[in-house]
Every structure is written in structure tokens, then in C-alpha cells.
């Protein structure tokens, strides 16, 4: 990894806990993320990888250490608009998608929000559907769909708006093996193609291990694996 590329997102000494403190969840972490790499936070469910991942998407903000993602601080509430529309694309591990709409409905929601328009939209559409092998799902609604392919328009809606970091929290954990393994390729796919980086929250070592860099993540703490 070229250690001259951009750093995308940073965190410095960023702690977070709930329940009035005496639930720590994170300990003054610091991480680094450069454009073009895919870096896995590797831990087990309750060790803090999602935290850290929401705390640079803008989902949480943090007790205490400072954030900067694409230039932007998502601690502050304008910053995290900014972001959320132009810099940041989410895929979780429930989709989040709205079931009564359709796969193209769907993708359309974040180019609304934009203001991209409308034959600008449906030309990004038509390019990310037929990249994932969907366009022919476009009229179908989200409920009639399988898993794997809800998951792999989660995706197409991160990319909608050309985001420069994609945030993934475990977008693999509800899905079977073999359909697990083709999203996270389609993942990892896409996201070289398209230049971006990803930051990958999973408990599973295949995963990580697939990925550029993993920092592990456990007791509230990380540390980076050696490659």
C-alpha cells in the first residue's frame, strides 16, 4: 500500500461508551484510512468494530478524540449531511432497504436526495444493476427478492452517488456461505474498480484476511495485523 495515498478517514484517540460511562466500548483508538484500500476492522460481535465504524460514517459520535472523514468532521450535524449525500456510501448487514419499493425506487432515494438528474440517475442505475447482474430485477419489489440479490442492491444504492468511502458493518453476517462469498467479492470488486476505499467490519478471518490491511479489533481497543 502506497503510504502517499490520501488518508480519507482518521480517527485520533477516539473513545466511546454508553450507559453513563460505565459501558466502555472503545479506548482512545486511532486509525487511519487511505483512498484505494480496503481495510478489514476483524473482531468478534461486541468488541467495538461497528462503533468505530458508525463513529466515521456520522451514525454516533464519540465521548471524547477528534474525527476527519473526506476533510469533514462527523461529529458536526452539517458535516455529516455533506457527507452522507456526496463522500460516504453504508451497506449494513440488514439491507435497509424499503420493501415495498423496487429495486430501481430504491436506488433512485439517494439520487433525489442529491438532486442528480433524472437521466443522470437512470444512466447510474443501469450501469451499477448491470454490474451486479440485476437489471433485469429493476421492476421487482425489494420483498421479492432473495437475500443475496437484496444485498447486492445495497451495494448498487452505496455506489449510487459515487461516494469516495464505502462503510460496510458485517454485510455478509445474514447471508449463507456461498452467497456470503459472492457479495464480498462483488464488494471487493467493484469497490477496486471504482477507486474507493472500504472499511469492511466483520468476524470472519476468510474475510479479513482478503482485504488489504486488518486491524483487529478487540476489548475496546485495535491493533493492526501483520500482513
Not at 17 to 37: K, M, N, P, Q, T
Request: proline fraction near 3%; include cysteine.
Amino acid at each position: 500500500m502506497n503510504n502517499a495515498r490520501e488518508i480519507l478517514a482518521s480517527a485520533r484517540n477516539v473513545s466511546k461508551s454508553y450507559d453513563g460511562g460505565r459501558v466502555a466500548v472503545l479506548r482512545d483508538v486511532s486509525l487511519d484510512v487511505r483512498a484505494g484500500e480496503m481495510v478489514a476492522l476483524w473482531g468478534a460481535s461486541g468488541s467495538g468494530k461497528s462503533t468505530l465504524l458508525h463513529l466515521l460514517g456520522g451514525l454516533d459520535v464519540p465521548d471524547r478524540g477528534e474525527l476527519s472523514v473526506c476533510g469533514l468532521d462527523p461529529r458536526r450535524e452539517a458535516d455529516r449531511l455533506v457527507l452522507r449525500r456526496h463522500h460516504l456510501g453504508f451497506v449494513f448487514q440488514l439491507h435497509n432497504l424499503i420493501a415495498d419499493l423496487t429495486v430501481g425506487e430504491n436506488l433512485r432515494v439517494p439520487a433525489i436526495a442529491l438532486g442528480t438528474p433524472r437521466a443522470a440517475a437512470e444512466a447510474r442505475i443501469a450501469e451499477l444493476t448491470r454490474r451486479v447482474g440485476l437489471d433485469h430485477r429493476l421492476a421487482h419489489r425489494v420483498q421479492d427478492i432473495s437475500g443475496g440479490e437484496r444485498q447486492r442492491v445495497a451495494i448498487c444504492r452505496a455506489l449510487m452517488n459515487s461516494p469516495r468511502l464505502l462503510l460496510a458493518d458485517e454485510p455478509t453476517g445474514s447471508l449463507d456461505e456461498a452467497t456470503g462469498e459472492s457479495v464480498f467479492g462483488l464488494l471487493k470488486e467493484l469497490a477496486a474498480r471504482d477507486g474507493i476505499a472500504v472499511v469492511l467490519a466483520t468476524h470472519e478471518r476468510r474475510f479479513a484476511e482478503a482485504c488489504d490491511r486488518i486491524v483487529r479489533v478487540r476489548n475496546g481497543e485495535i491493533s493492526e495485523v501483520p500482513s
